[in-house]
C-alpha cells in the first residue's frame, strides 16, 4: 500500500476496532459485576431478614416466625427466589419456591460468606449467596439464590446495543477522519501544481510554503534542480568557449600549410588541409549551437512565438553576408510540450543545415496537431540524389558519413528525434527544389 492517506484511515480503523473491542469487553465484564454486586448485596439483605424471622425455640421443626417479610416471591413455585438453610444435624429448611427441589452448597462456619454462581432449578442461572451462622445456641448455613437469566438477557441487549452504536461512531470517525486527511495532504497540492509547472518551465523552484514533513525532501529537489541547471550552464558554456579557444590555434595551423615547405607535398597538405577543414567545422557547429541556445531553465517548455523569431534573427546575423530569406509559418498553440533546449537543438540544427546549403531562401513550417508536433524544413539549394535520399532514411546510419555536406547538424537531429521516439524524414521541396526535412514528434 503506497498511499499515505489509505495507511493512515486503515491505521486508525484498526486501532478504533482495537478500542471498541476493548471497551466492549470492559463495559459487559463491569456490568456483570455491578449487577453481581447489586444482586448479592439484596440477596444479603434477604438473608438478614430472614436471620431475623427465624425462630428456633418452637418445638420440633425450626420456622419463620414471619415468613411474609421476605416477599411472595419466595413462595412462588420455581420464581427464580429461592432460600435453604441446612442445619448442622441435616434439618433443612426451604422456600416453597424450591419445590421439591434442593440448592447444593457446602456448609460455612459463623462469621463466613460467600457468593457464586451456578445452575439451579429449572436450569436457571443463579447467583448464590451462602453464609454461616449461630443463632440461640444452634449452628447453621443460609443460603439464598436468585435467578440472573433477565440480567444476562438484559446485558446482552446492552452488548448489541454499544456494539452497533460503536460500529456507528466508528464509521462517521473513519469518515471525518477521511475528510481530515484528505484536507491535510491537499496541503501537498502547491507541490504538485509545483512540478507540474516546472515540467512547463514556467517556473525554477518548488514553492516551500508546505507542510514541515516534507519540506527537506522540497529543498533537496530544489537544491538538485540548481545543481543540474549549473552544471548544463557550464556544460553549454565550456562547449562554446573550448570551441572558441581553438579557433586561434587552427588559424595558425592554417597559416602553417601555407608555408613554402609543404608546396613539394601536395598530397600530404592537402590531407591536412582536408582534416584541418573538418575541425574548423566541428568549431564552428559547437559555436553555433552555443549561441542558438541561448539561456533558459532546465525542462522549459518551447514557446514557438517568442524562440522562432530569435532564432531566425540569430541565423540572419550568422549568415549575414548571404542575405537570406528565411520564412516561417507557425501554429496557434504557442507554447509546445517539447523541451525548450531540445526544440532549440533540433530546430537550431535543421534550419543551419538549410542556410548553409540554401541559395536564397529557407522556410520553416510548424504544425501541432492531437497526437503530434510537425516541422517542415526546406532550402532552395541544390538538394541530395535518389539514392542519396534512401541513404539518409536508413535508421542507424550517420549521415555525416553518407552524404557530404548534410553532416552533423542533422545527425544531432536525428538523436534528438530519437530520444522522443519521433520520425525523420527526409526528400525533394516540391516548389524550393532543395532538400525538404520532415520531423513528427509525439506529443
Not at 138 to 154: C, H, V, Y
Request: net charge neutral.
Amino acid at each position: 500500500m503506497n498511499s499515505l492517506g489509505k495507511q493512515l484511515q486503515v491505521g486508525l480503523a484498526l486501532g478504533l476496532l482495537l478500542l471498541l473491542v476493548l471497551l466492549w469487553w470492559g463495559g459487559s465484564l463491569a456490568l456483570r459485576n455491578l449487577t453481581e454486586g447489586f444482586v448479592a448485596s439484596r440477596l444479603q439483605h434477604d438473608a438478614e431478614t430472614l436471620l431475623a424471622t427465624l425462630d428456633l425455640t418452637a418445638a420440633g421443626a425450626p420456622a419463620l416466625s414471619n415468613s411474609g417479610g421476605l416477599g411472595k416471591i419466595y413462595r412462588q413455585p420455581l420464581s427464580g427466589h429461592y432460600y435453604q438453610v441446612v442445619f448442622v444435624d441435616g434439618t433443612l429448611l426451604t422456600s416453597r419456591s424450591l419445590w421439591d427441589q434442593r440448592l447444593e452448597f457446602p456448609l460455612f462456619t459463623p462469621g463466613t460468606s460467600d457468593h457464586w454462581r451456578m445452575v439451579g432449578p429449572d436450569r436457571q442461572d443463579l447467583l448464590l449467596h451462602v453464609a454461616g451462622y449461630r443463632k440461640q445456641g444452634k449452628l447453621f448455613t443460609l443460603a439464598l439464590a436468585e435467578d440472573m437469566t433477565p440480567l444476562n438477557q438484559g446485558l446482552v441487549r446492552f452488548q448489541w446495543v454499544f456494539a452497533s452504536l460503536s460500529l456507528l461512531a466508528a464509521v462517521l470517525i473513519i469518515l471525518i477522519q477521511s475528510q481530515i486527511v484528505r484536507g491535510s495532504m491537499r496541503r501537498l497540492d502547491p507541490v504538485r501544481e509545483g512540478i507540474r509547472r516546472l515540467v512547463k518551465g514556467e517556473i525554477t523552484a518548488l514553492t516551500e510554503d508546505i507542510p514541515s514533513e516534507v519540506k527537506p525532501l522540497v529543498q533537496e529537489f530544489n537544491r538538485l534542480l540548481q545543481i543540474q541547471q549549473g552544471r548544463l550552464e557550464q556544460s553549454r558554456n565550456g562547449l562554446g568557449n573550448l570551441a572558441h579557444a581553438l579557433k586561434g590555434p587552427l588559424n595558425l595551423l592554417i597559416r602553417q600549410l601555407e608555408r613554402e615547405e609543404l608546396v613539394g607535398y601536395p598530397e600530404v597538405r592537402q590531407g591536412m588541409e582536408l582534416q584541418v577543414e573538418r575541425i574548423r567545422k566541428l568549431m564552428e557547429r559547437e559555436l553555433t549551437r552555443a549561441r542558438l541556445a541561448g539561456t533558459g531553465i532546465a525542462a522549459e517548455r518551447f514557446q514557438a512565438n517568442q524562440e522562432i523569431p530569435a532564432l531566425v534573427g540569430a541565423l540572419h546575423q550568422l549568415y549575414a553576408e548571404r542575405r537570406l530569406e528565411i520564412e516561417y509559418q507557425l501554429p496557434d498553440e504557442k507554447r509546445l510540450p517539447q523541451d525548450r533546449e531540445d526544440m532549440l537543438e533540433l530546430l537550431g540544427n535543421l534550419l543551419d543545415n538549410a542556410c548553409k546549403w540554401a541559395q536564397k531562401r529557407v522556410r520553416l513550417r510548424l504544425e501541432t496537431g492531437d497526437n503530434m508536433t510537425r516541422l517542415l524544413v526546406e532550402d532552395d539549394g541544390q538538394g541530395v540524389s535518389d539514392d542519396e535520399l534512401e541513404r539518409l532514411s536508413e535508421r542507424g546510419v550517420r549521415i555525416d558519413e553518407s552524404v557530404a555536406g548534410h553532416g552533423l547538424g542533422l545527425a544531432i537531429a536525428r538523436d534528438v528525434v530519437n530520444r522522443y521516439g519521433g520520425t525523420l524524414r527526409f526528400g525533394r521541396s516540391a516548389d524550393l527544389e532543395g532538400l525538404q526535412v520532415t520531423v513528427e514528434l509525439p506529443r
